[in-house]
């Protein structure tokens, strides 16, 4: 999907705000350092792709400066207005434990930066094509690349049209006078003129520490061993020098990359989802006569098989996941961290209607509660224009009118303003607001969110600026049923008919 006005409206709710990419290139230098006050610095290493305002660059020079000369210890305060920082855990989470050989951990680089219009900054994944692989090598490689380092020297030794070498130990570079144990302070004169857009094989003539921190490896291929904190004390990658520096924040990253590793890096869920994936585009990737493997490798990192191949190319998707998996879950700073407390999770029964898991107590911050939802809309309710899409309806419980403008309703306690109410949204005392979940703010009358409702069971989360509201998480949900509080504005939750914008009803 392109980042774009699309994008951000579809998961922020506004298409409002600025939005940066840095471009790929082994040693970019976009890792959010701060570079003084001067814009021009910035501008050759983030392109940015929306209006182009002076306030969006000293936003962002501020967010920089904020990151590289706040204390540890005062740093998470600073950032928290400024900065989703559970969202860059994540993303910092899922580039080391899918070992993104083009993420941020080993290039500072190939990533989106997107401020929302309330002035948070956001960071998203952009360049995914080289994750999970074992080293060097096609997807889910038998061989372990080492915690990062282009083997051998420095990336543009080996241009676009060539293979790299295998893995293997680098060998002393004393001859490298130039390879510096620190460079953080490059003078800008070292980098390309403005207009550079950052191509694959062409590195700035000024040399960084590669992942391994100054001193280290230069450049970056992990395997299914790289470890959790790498680039942890690199100048070149503050999200991770500076933002893992506080011992709260590390502490909640490495938490994210265990969740990740016992939660998503497990073939028996990973497993259909490739076996589907494959029986898609197996035919089309048979007939490519330009595909920069063979078929016979492509069958191979997508076979169900558990051993990887021998063959050069002819390791599995399957292979990694599971290295990866038994790497991260038995490694020492990962076994010996706290559980990190989740939110509560639906429970299922054995027949049709859903029940809910054990629901959080109604807030006493505001009388607005999310009141009833219905996720498998295809003939009940009608949207004023005539369509049936999911519903979220809102209730309010007070005895006073509730202006509910800048609140947020978003189904991802990782992402809870994905949708804002516009100005002037007023819930009268004792009323109900319906919001279509369509994901298409731009729709015609009425609300519509940014996301939809999934059948299967999620959550839908009620927040404002200060924080969470309330909240429901559910199960699948039958068609033409809704899924509501009875009565209206309680804490007791039941399969009802749906009735939106109307008191909940009990169902037949």
Known sequence: QQFNKEFVAEHYGSSKGARWKVNGNPQADGGLRYLGEDVSGYRQRFEIKSKDHPESWKALISLCRTIEQTPPEKLEQALEPILDIDGLLWFLAFDVALVNNDGYWTRASDYSIYRDRGGKFHILPHDMNEAMRGGHGPPGGGRRGRPGGFPGGRPDEFPPDRARPAAGPAAPRNDRPDREPDRANLPQRDFPPRGFRGRRGRGFPGRFPGPGGPGGPGGGHGGVDLEPLVSVDNPRMPLRSKVLAV????????????????????????????????????????????????????????????????????????????????????????????????????????????????????????????????????????????????????????????????????????????????????????????????????????????????????????????????????????????????????????????????????SG
């Not at 209607?353 to 809309?377: D, F, H, W």
């Not at 999620?458 to 199960?475: C, H, N, P, R, T």
């Open 247 to 506: 011992p709260a924040l590390r502490q909640r990253y490495l938490q994210r990359v265990r969740a990740i590793a016992e939660r998503s890096l497990d073939w028996k869920t990973l497993g259909p989802i490739v076996a589907q994936c494959r029986l898609l585009i197996e035919k089309e990737v048979e007939a490519d006569t330009r595909k920069l493997e063979t078929f016979e490798a492509f069958q191979a990192a997508t076979s169900n098989a558990t051993a990887a191949d021998d063959r050069p190319g002819g390791s599995s998707l399957r292979s990694f996941v599971e290295q990866r998996r038994r790497f991260l879950l038995e490694h020492a700073d990962l076994a010996r961290l706290p559980r990190d407390p989740e939110p509560p999770r639906s429970a299922k029964n054995g027949g049709k209607k859903s029940v809910p898991g054990k629901q959080p107590p109604l807030t006493n911050r505001s009388t607005v509660v999310i009141n009833e939802l219905m996720a498998a809309n295809e003939k009940t309710v009608a949207t004023p224009d005539g369509k049936f899409e999911d519903w979220i309806e809102l209730f309010n419980r007070g005895n006073r009118p509730v202006d509910v403008s800048g609140f947020f309703l978003s189904d991802s306690r990782e992402s809870p303003r994905k949708w804002s109410f516009p100005a002037g949204t007023v819930i009268p005392a004792g009323g109900h607001l319906v919001i279509w979940a369509d994901k298409n703010p731009r729709a015609g009358r009425g609300l519509h969110a940014g996301f939809k409702l999934s059948q299967g069971g999620e959550g839908v989360y009620l927040s404002d600026k200060k924080g969470l509201l309330d909240q429901v998480d559910f199960g699948p949900q039958d068609s033409e049923v809704s899924f509501g509080r009875f009565p209206d504005g309680t804490a007791s939750w039941r399969s009802l008919a749906p009735s939106a914008g109307k008191t909940n009803q009990r």
